[in-house]
């Protein structure tokens, strides 16, 4: 297998969709789906269900997706590796840090600044990542830090709650509900709702459906999409009511409300994840995060 298939692969297992996955990737429609069926032929199984409406992840695509990522980011590691040791820098140092979809991303730009004062020939590699893929990427030792969300499983690395999200319901002006100051779950029971994919962030799914369970209602997910703004646009346009974490918003989308959700399984753990032994480097930026996320919010 080459490194087009694998980054095919991973695309088209966030995107669900191979356009968009080809997009992404700036290649031909073609050229992803050959890189995709090549993969599934050395690995002797399918990775997607596909159908003229839908594709979707199977048993073995969802099982080797976190090696993906985590195979990805060693390849970069090794390429940034090898050009620094050409340029003349015997000794490079690189602190790769992954970070989930929807997590804070404003804590981490306002602690990256700090980090490189203190660690100037420290390389900061940022490398977007799902969850489960952290945890992968960590035992491998492939990656420095993560950041994401709490979920199961979370075992040889070492978690360090970072924030106490709520989830937020985003719901066009016009609508019925955009007068309620909370929702609880009941109150969305079979409405047409939009968040984000299981594969990218399972945990806050599997919570989202555990707030659904215990107040009796029913989860009616109709679409996903990999990022909030995607989200909003589609609230906008009359889709349905869109679902994420009130950390994801570093604005007020125009035109909607931001309604918490209130009631049990309501909230999610967003979490720092390092290995066993930390680095200097990954120890100081975990401490220069959990002491920004503790400081007074001056507003997202």
């Known amino acids: 297998m080459d490194r087009m298939e694998l980054e095919a692969f991973v695309a088209v297992a966030e995107e669900l969709h191979f356009g968009r996955a080809a997009a992404r990737l700036h290649r031909g429609q073609p050229t992803v789906s050959d890189a995709v069926r090549r993969l599934e032929k050395t690995l002797g199984g399918r990775l997607f269900h596909r159908t003229s409406r839908r594709v979707s992840l199977t048993d073995l695509g969802a099982a080797l997706l976190p090696d993906a990522h985590a195979t990805l980011t060693q390849l970069r590691r090794f390429q940034q590796r090898g050009r620094a040791l050409a340029a003349g820098d015997r000794n490079p140092t690189t602190l790769v840090v992954a970070h989930a979809e929807y997590t804070g991303h404003q804590l981490l730009l306002r602690c990256l600044p700090q980090l490189r004062d203190r660690f100037p020939n420290v390389t900061i590699v940022?490398?977007?990542?799902?969850t489960t893929a952290q945890l992968t990427a960590l035992r491998a030792e492939t990656i420095d830090l993560g950041i994401?969300?709490?979920t199961d499983g979370i075992t040889g690395v070492r978690a360090r709650v970072l924030s106490t999200e709520r989830f937020v319901a985003l719901v066009p002006a016009a609508h019925p509900l955009s007068g309620h100051s909370e929702l609880r779950a009941a109150e969305l029971s079979t409405t047409d709702l939009l968040t984000w994919p299981h594969q990218i962030n399972s945990g806050l799914c599997d919570r989202l459906l555990s707030a659904f369970r215990i107040g009796g209602a029913d989860l009616r997910i109709i679409r996903t999409a990999d990022s909030v703004h995607a989200i909003a646009?589609?609230?906008a346009a009359g889709t349905g009511i869109g679902i994420t974490v009130e950390s994801a918003l570093d604005h007020q989308p125009p035109g909607l409300r931001v309604i918490p959700l209130t009631g049990p399984s309501t909230t999610a753990d967003q979490v720092i994840?390092?290995?066993a032994e930390p680095s200097d480097t990954a120890?100081?930026?975990r401490d220069l995060l959990l002491a920004s996320a503790e400081a007074p919010a001056t507003g997202r």
Do not use: D, F, R, Y
């Not at 940022?126 to 799902?130: C, D, L, R």
């Open 126 to 130: 940022p490398e977007a990542m799902p």
């Open 283 to 285: 120890t100081a930026l």
């Open 148 to 150: 994401g969300w709490a």
């Open 233 to 235: 646009a589609h609230v």
């Open 273 to 275: 994840l390092t290995p």
